[in-house]
């Protein structure tokens, strides 16, 4: 008795819960998106923040009355950084939540994993991943890179290197896509520029010692270790780098040369080390109103999270392809649209409302990010600035801005 | 390559052998005695660099005395999980204490991230330049971590063959019924055995922390060259679970020039399967046969 009843009610709950989602799809008033961010895991000190942002944009869509004729709708789920998890949580979205666009994966493993779900429901999706593969294996043009690729980031080395006169750099990589991907960058760019790589090692994760690595790279006399590295593996080769007793310069990605390693290693080690990361669109007036409205809404500046601005991004421009694509488009003409309303030629447009009143009038828009100037390549990967930091008595101090052309 | 070259690669080789050797070493005296691989091993290393990483936190010690305090911690933690989980399954096939080991591993871990986190954390120790000896390049750290490490090791020697618990030890591992038979008390010795294994797990994992970093999964990734140790040295043989690290390694280490770091890690399985196929039992091992 009770099992059918417990079996009457259960499909009592699920025909209800089928009911809104039948209404909605009816009324083809909405357009429902998903926000797959890293609330745990390695990716949660960026992760929540995106997640807001993403939500900040979606209201600030909203409150401008929608975008082509559609308000959005907004899911979250976690993806802890895990591609299992991200997986499963995708799935639900695509399935049961029926959105439209998977926004704000951020560890490459999980993009990598989540896209060929996005691609098989035929749906948008846009990410924070640096793993150069994601820009080939998008064959459908539906996913979208709204920060560097790895390989960009070695690209931006090699410009550092050179505005700084090194003259012998070698090259350490963690042994995966994203560790070779940033020195296979540097080297490429390097030896274009006529320059020579004097040595390069890939070394193994999570090893208790890199002193055998070291002294292979130290041994051809360099002024500069480039790395593609993780904070572990940095800190340890850091570490044993100081003792050894070497004189040369390092630059390091901004997640591996971050306060954390200067925690772990204390100030005159880290002394002079240039960490690279990429920077905000900082003198846009889109970056001023969103800082001011994510301030307003964490209590934290949006310098703190250079993913939430991407986020943000994520929203605005596929707000303003709705837009242009018009009422009652599908999902690939919206996607369709995403170039024509992030690239030149246009108007430069700085928020949402500003792009829905140009497109109004029929003109072209250009939209200028809060995160960068989102600008899409043929693979769709927007290239943000790079700022250089130079780690000075324990601080991790910006020098410069380094802008490279793809 | 240079004899200077060489020579360091033979120092690195060396140091990280030792390190690798402490584990080694507790999981082939379970294995000696209890006679299953304690999969838990790796685990009771990084529950030792956390109690130890807590102790320097919280109350500012010095590294000794933290590590002092981490020996107390993680012995206490390996005789407990004992008298609990492993005292119960002394009569089941060896596969149920080894899968008991590994959901052991897996609590511990799971637990140190709960209260600890992900971060990696470091210990507060000053870090000092090389002794530069004409390019061989000696780390004060490295000798201090390979002078622990020899005198850990001495010391459990020094138990195991100088000692009446050492004598008793060895008559169960040879034989559980015999030694029963001639009076020995497996109980209280079994209780030792693990605070024994406890504590020298947790030096283990200091001396890594020290070497590397403290994290999570610093144990469990370790778990697998000093199992490959064990196995070299032969199985039970506290000997050859030192000399097996210390091939291990060096073999490792001196395969850089040739191989690169990428495959140096498969040399020191080639140099296992090798062994192997000439002395079947490991190094010190003895082939046991079936009476």
């Not at chain 1, 890199?210 to 340890?236: F, H, N």
């Not at chain 1, 693979?379 to 000075?392: L, M, R, S």
């Not at chain 2, 290393?45 to 981490?70: D, E, R």
């Not at chain 2, 991230?113 to 954390?121: E, I, K, L, T, V």
Request: hydrophobic share 50%.
């Amino acid at each position: 008795m009770q099992r059918r009843n417990f079996v009457k009610l259960g499909g009592a709950a699920a025909a209800l819960q089928c009911l809104p989602s039948i209404g909605f799809s009816q009324q083809g008033e909405v357009f429902r998106i998903g926000s797959l961010t890293p609330i745990t895991g390695a990716g949660s000190p960026y992760g929540p923040g995106m997640q807001q942002a993403i939500r900040l944009a979606v209201d600030e869509v909203n409150a401008a009355g929608g975008a082509g004729g559609r308000k959005l709708e907004l899911f979250t789920e976690d993806d802890q950084t895990k591609p299992d998890a991200a997986v499963l949580a995708a799935k639900k979205l695509i399935e049961v939540n029926k959105v439209q666009a998977v926004l704000g994966t951020w560890a490459s493993g999980v993009t990598l994993a989540v896209m060929p779900l996005t691609d098989a429901a035929g749906i948008i999706q846009m990410n924070v991943s640096g793993a150069p593969a994601i820009s080939t294996l998008d064959t459908k043009d539906l996913v979208w890179r709204f920060q560097a690729t790895n390989d960009r980031f070695g690209a931006a080395f090699a410009e550092i290197c050179a505005k700084r006169g090194f003259k012998r750099p070698a090259t350490m990589a963690f042994n995966n896509a994203s560790g070779l991907g940033n020195v296979e960058g540097f080297t490429k760019v390097w030896e274009k520029r006529g320059g020579k790589v004097a040595a390069h090692v890939t070394y193994e994760p999570s090893r208790p010692s890199y002193r055998s690595e070291l002294q292979k790279i130290l041994a051809a006399k360099p002024d500069v270790i480039v790395m593609g590295s993780y904070l572990p593996d940095t800190t340890i080769i850091l570490r044993e780098w100081f003792q050894s007793g070497a004189d040369n310069k390092w630059v390091i990605p901004g997640w591996a040369a971050n306060p954390d390693l200067v925690k772990a290693l204390g100030a005159e080690v880290c002394e002079g080390i240039i960490s690279v990361e990429t920077v905000s669109n900082e003198k846009s007036t889109s970056y001023a109103q969103f800082d001011a409205a994510f301030t307003k809404a964490t209590g934290k500046a949006a310098s703190t999270n250079i993913y939430a601005a991407m986020a943000y991004d994520m929203v605005i421009s596929l707000a303003l392809a709705m837009e242009a694509a018009g009422p009652k488009a599908t999902v690939e003409q919206v996607n369709a649209k995403l170039r024509e309303v992030s690239n030149a030629p246009g108007t430069a447009v700085y928020s949402f409302a500003e792009g829905k009143a140009q497109l109004g009038k029929k003109a072209k828009v250009n939209y200028e990010g809060a995160s960068s100037k989102l600008d899409f390549d043929k693979f769709g990967d927007a290239t943000p600035d790079f700022g250089v930091f130079i780690i000075e008595k324990g601080q991790l101090v910006r020098r410069d801005v380094v802008s490279i052309t793809v | 390559m240079t004899w200077i070259a060489f020579a360091n690669l033979l120092i690195n080789g060396l140091i990280e052998g030792l390190v690798v050797a402490l584990p080694a070493l507790a999981m082939t005296l379970v294995m000696g005695v209890n006679r299953f691989p304690n999969a838990a091993t790796g685990d009771f290393l990084t529950t030792g660099a956390y109690a130890a990483v807590a102790v320097q936190m919280l109350g500012g010690w010095p590294l000794w005395a933290a590590a002092l305090a981490s020996m107390a911690a993680t012995a206490v933690v390996s005789a407990g999980s004992y008298t609990l989980i492993f005292r119960k399954l002394a009569g089941r096939p060896m596969v149920s204490s080894m899968l008991a080991a590994i959901g052991l591993g897996f609590l511990l871990r799971s637990l140190i991230s709960f209260f600890a986190g992900h971060d990696q954390r470091t210990f507060d120790l000053p870090l000092v330049r090389a002794w530069n000896f004409g390019g061989v390049r000696l780390l004060p750290t490295d000798v201090a971590i390979a002078g622990i490490a020899v005198l850990c090791l001495l010391v459990v020697f020094v138990l195991i063959y100088k000692t009446s618990f050492g004598r008793q030890l060895r008559a169960v591992a040879d034989s559980a019924d015999l030694a029963r038979a001639s009076g020995i008390r497996a109980g209280g010795l079994m209780l030792s055995l693990w605070v024994l294994v406890g504590a020298l797990s947790a030096i283990g994992g200091v001396l890594l922390g020290m070497k590397a970093i403290v994290s999570p999964e610093m144990g469990w990734e370790s778990l697998i060259p000093a199992f490959a140790a064990m196995v070299l040295g032969g199985i039970g043989s506290p000997v050859g679970a030192v000399l097996g690290a210390l091939l291990l390694c060096v073999a490792q280490e001196l395969a850089v020039p040739l191989l690169g770091p990428s495959y140096k890690l498969v040399l020191s399985f080639v140099v296992l399967a090798l062994v192997l196929l000439l002395r079947p039992a490991g190094i010190m091992g003895r082939v046991q046969r079936v009476r």
